[in-house]
């Protein structure tokens, strides 16, 4: 969400004093906004690898270094690929992963006409010094050779260039007390590097997202993408209630990075909870069906 240009402050008299109004209370003015001055819109890239190019089942890590230039505010994930691929991303400064298993990109990954929007931003606080994003790509998916670019985009804080009292402000509003974090969730039945096993033609699975014993999370994104049709059923395993009063077909509940499927009510599933997916193929054929949730976690500490 965009800085406001400008804010409300008391207005002041000549000598520096506080207006007051009939009522005594202080007469409010407009104000250019300090912290305004010092935010700009960001392209993060690997300067070592802005394109990088893999063979079919080659995997590599693209560095994105935040330098203490200032803090970076990650909003949005764009990119573009010759094919599918699978990545995860991981916090070096907090070590951190922002999924449970690697997610397909077609999920989270998007374009510059429509990028994919983070549940909520990412805010790197670089301090005095500075902060890095590893991401992990691999080309296990698209069976041939892939080049890749992958762009995280975002606000950048200059907070070395603002007088003391807006960099507190800035440290104060972006980072101080967060205890809330993007994540994706893709379910326990996707392999460890993030490949899935296809669904017979006809034939039915079930898919489990469950959270770990460490986190509550809020989903509000659904994304899959998948070789043939399907249908779906959502059930909790601990009340065993449907979301629904019936079978649903997958293009009525799941978008891609670009379109993404916001939920009407966001989803909390809490800890040591399983949200149960329950599909049918309707394509005939072996299907493999990639699903993703972006919420957001809530980290206990």
Same mark, same amino acid.
């Given at each position: 969400?965009?800085?406001?240009?400008?804010?409300?402050?008391?207005?002041?008299?000549?000598?520096?004093?506080?207006?007051?109004?009939?009522?005594?209370?202080?007469?409010?003015?407009?104000?250019?906004?300090?912290?305004?001055?010092?935010?700009?819109?960001?392209?993060?890239?690997?300067?070592?690898?802005?394109?990088?190019?893999?063979?079919?089942?080659?995997?590599?890590?693209?560095?994105?270094?935040?330098?203490?230039?200032?803090?970076?505010?990650?909003?949005?994930?764009?990119?573009?690929?010759?094919?599918?691929?699978?990545?995860?991303?991981?916090?070096?400064?907090?070590?951190?992963?922002?999924?449970?298993?690697?997610?397909?990109?077609?999920?989270?990954?998007?374009?510059?006409?429509?990028?994919?929007?983070?549940?909520?931003?990412?805010?790197?606080?670089?301090?005095?010094?500075?902060?890095?994003?590893?991401?992990?790509?691999?080309?296990?998916?698209?069976?041939?050779?892939?080049?890749?670019?992958?762009?995280?985009?975002?606000?950048?804080?200059?907070?070395?260039?603002?007088?003391?009292?807006?960099?507190?402000?800035?440290?104060?509003?972006?980072?101080?007390?967060?205890?809330?974090?993007?994540?994706?969730?893709?379910?326990?039945? @996707?392999? +460890?590097? &993030?490949?899935?096993?296809?669904?017979? %033609?006809? $034939?039915? #699975?079930? !898919?489990? =997202?469950?959270?770990?014993?460490?986190?509550?999370?809020?989903?509000?994104?659904?994304?899959?993408?998948?070789?043939?049709?399907?249908?779906?059923?959502?059930?909790?395993?601990?009340?065993?209630? @449907?979301? +629904?009063? &019936?079978?649903?077909?997958?293009?009525? %509940?799941? $978008?891609? #990075?670009? !379109?993404? =499927?916001?939920?009407?009510?966001?989803?909390?599933?809490?800890?040591?909870?399983?949200?149960?997916?329950?599909?049918?193929?309707?394509?005939?054929?072996?299907?493999?069906?990639?699903?993703?949730?972006?919420?957001?976690?809530?980290?206990?500490?």
């Amino acid at each position: 969400m965009p800085l406001a240009p400008f804010i409300q402050v008391p207005s002041r008299g000549k000598d520096g004093s506080v207006i007051l109004g009939p009522d005594g209370r202080p007469v409010m003015g407009v104000a250019v906004n300090p912290v305004k001055l010092f935010v700009r819109g960001y392209w993060l890239i690997d300067p070592q690898n802005p394109a990088v190019t893999l063979l079919a089942g080659a995997q590599t890590e693209l560095r994105y270094l935040i330098d203490s230039q200032g803090h970076f505010d990650w909003a949005t994930l764009i990119g573009n690929s010759t094919g599918p691929y699978t990545l995860e991303f991981f916090d070096a400064g907090t070590n951190r992963r922002l999924q449970n298993r690697p997610v397909h990109s077609t999920t989270v990954v998007g374009s510059g006409m429509r990028p994919f929007r983070l549940p909520e931003p990412y805010f790197f606080n670089v301090g005095d010094s500075q902060r890095e994003l590893v991401c992990t790509i691999r080309n296990n998916i698209f069976g041939q050779t892939n080049t890749i670019r992958l762009v995280p985009y975002g606000r950048r804080f200059y907070h070395k260039e603002a007088p003391p009292d807006v960099a507190r402000e800035i440290s104060r509003r972006f980072s101080e007390g967060q205890r809330t974090y993007s994540y994706f969730l893709t379910p326990r039945e @996707t392999n +460890s590097d &993030g490949t899935v096993t296809a669904v017979a %033609g006809n $034939g039915t #699975a079930t !898919f489990t =997202f469950d959270m770990d014993a460490n986190a509550d999370t809020d989903l509000q994104k659904f994304m899959a993408v998948s070789t043939g049709a399907f249908t779906y059923q959502l059930r909790e395993r601990a009340t065993n209630r @449907t979301l +629904s009063n &019936g079978v649903i077909r997958n293009t009525e %509940g799941w $978008g891609n #990075a670009e !379109f993404p =499927f916001l939920v009407s009510d966001t989803y909390l599933l809490e800890r040591d909870k399983q949200l149960l997916c329950e599909v049918t193929d309707i394509s005939g054929n072996s299907n493999s069906i990639f699903l993703t949730i972006a919420g957001r976690r809530l980290q206990y500490v």
